[in-house]
């Protein structure tokens, strides 16, 4: 059984920074992906960005040089720093985990960027 454990995210004005983070515990092979999808209501989830556990990452064009993802292999965990939020980066933003052919999600914590 793995679960992944999410914190941060919040209410920011546009220009903000914000952090969320994520931890996963449970059977997790050494070799896995971690990273961060949103979602908006009425739309598809979309990556936001990833990281494997070599550290090699991969980000959605709309967040390329305002998002950092880095992690903590040791502990399993996964950050994601947002810079200069927009309105448009509102969304639920869950925290995935890919180990053993098998896709894992947070439960989701809501990002509001106001205007």
């Known amino acids: 059984q793995v679960q992944l454990v999410e914190s941060g995210g919040g209410l920011v004005q546009a220009g903000g920074s914000l952090s969320l983070s994520c931890a996963a515990s449970?059977?997790?092979?050494?070799?896995?992906?971690m990273g961060w999808y949103r979602q908006d209501p009425g739309k598809r989830r979309e990556l936001v960005a990833s990281i494997t556990s070599g550290g090699r990452t991969n980000y959605a064009d709309s967040v390329k040089g305002r998002f950092t993802i880095s992690r903590d292999n040791a502990k399993n965990t996964v950050f994601l720093q947002m810079n200069s939020l927009k309105p448009e980066d509102t969304a639920v933003y869950y925290c995935n985990l890919l180990t053993i052919g098998v896709n894992y999600w947070g439960q989701g914590t809501q990002v509001t960027v106001s205007s």
């Open positions: 449970g059977s997790i092979s050494s070799i896995n992906v």
